[in-house]
């Protein structure tokens, strides 16, 4: 594969495996990476993957599945952790983003705490997950809007809050912007933002506390 150089020592340095990043690739150069790294690790990750290049991988590579609305790709699995991760969402408009998160979460091994819909709109539904938040070692809280939801756990939970900042909302929400800088200038202290609809950015963050800090 000259075109492509693979880097299989990275999760020895990084703790954190090469992930195919699947958008702008071709479905054959997908599947030329996953049966690589699957070969060499019995693990391969590709995120942004096109549904129907999903579903055609997945029947093609070894030990496949395709979560479609995470567009996520995984072949085999990581050894399992005894971590607990939280993945919550404001609403089911931010779903792609969190399921993409928590897909990346399980396949790296962690045991995935999922509370979805549970936006600042009807409060009383984050109230109501507060104690399942707060069992996990990490929360990431995946919001789009105004962004509000990150700064309303933080304020409730032990744990470090990951916010994620969706392109979800109408005109002035800038396609995440608002969110973006809302998040950014949370009141709530312990709160780390990553990039607009980063849910594996996230993911990665979270692995990384939970693997590198004592329990």
């Keep these: 594969m000259t075109d492509i150089r693979i880097d299989h020592a990275?999760?020895?340095?990084?703790?954190?495996?090469e992930v195919i990043y699947g958008a702008s690739k071709t479905r054959e150069q997908i599947e030329r990476i996953a049966r690589e790294?699957?070969?060499?690790?019995?693990?391969?990750?590709?995120?942004r993957v096109a549904h129907d290049d999903g579903i055609a991988l997945a029947a093609m590579?070894?030990?496949?599945?395709?979560?479609?609305?995470?567009?996520?790709?995984?072949?085999?699995?990581?050894?399992a952790t005894h971590h607990r991760i939280a993945v919550a969402c404001a609403g089911t408009s931010d779903l792609p983003v969190a399921e993409e998160a928590a897909r990346t979460l399980a396949a790296f091994g962690?045991?995935?705490?999922e509370r979805f819909d549970v936006g600042v709109a009807g409060v009383h539904r984050t109230l109501a997950v507060k104690d399942d938040l707060d069992a996990c070692r990490v929360v990431i809280v995946v919001a789009g809007m105004e962004g509000a939801l990150a700064s309303v756990v933080a304020g409730l939970?032990?744990?470090?809050?990951?916010?994620v900042p969706t392109s979800v909302g109408y005109g002035a929400s800038f396609e995440g912007?608002?969110?973006l800088l809302a998040m950014l200038n949370s009141c709530a202290p312990g709160v780390s933002v990553v990039n607009i609809d980063n849910?594996?950015?996230?993911?990665?963050?979270?692995?990384?506390?939970?693997v590198t800090q004592p329990d």
């Design 110 to 113: 962690h045991e995935v705490v």
């Design 199 to 210: 849910g594996f950015g996230a993911a990665c963050v979270a692995h990384k506390i939970v």
């Design 37 to 47: 790294l699957y070969a060499n690790a019995g693990f391969a990750l590709a995120t």
């Design 157 to 163: 939970v032990r744990p470090p809050v990951i916010a």
């Design 10 to 17: 990275r999760a020895d340095r990084t703790t954190i495996p």
């Design 177 to 179: 912007l608002a969110a």
């Design 61 to 79: 590579l070894p030990d496949a599945r395709y979560f479609a609305t995470a567009r996520v790709l995984q072949c085999g699995a990581r050894p």
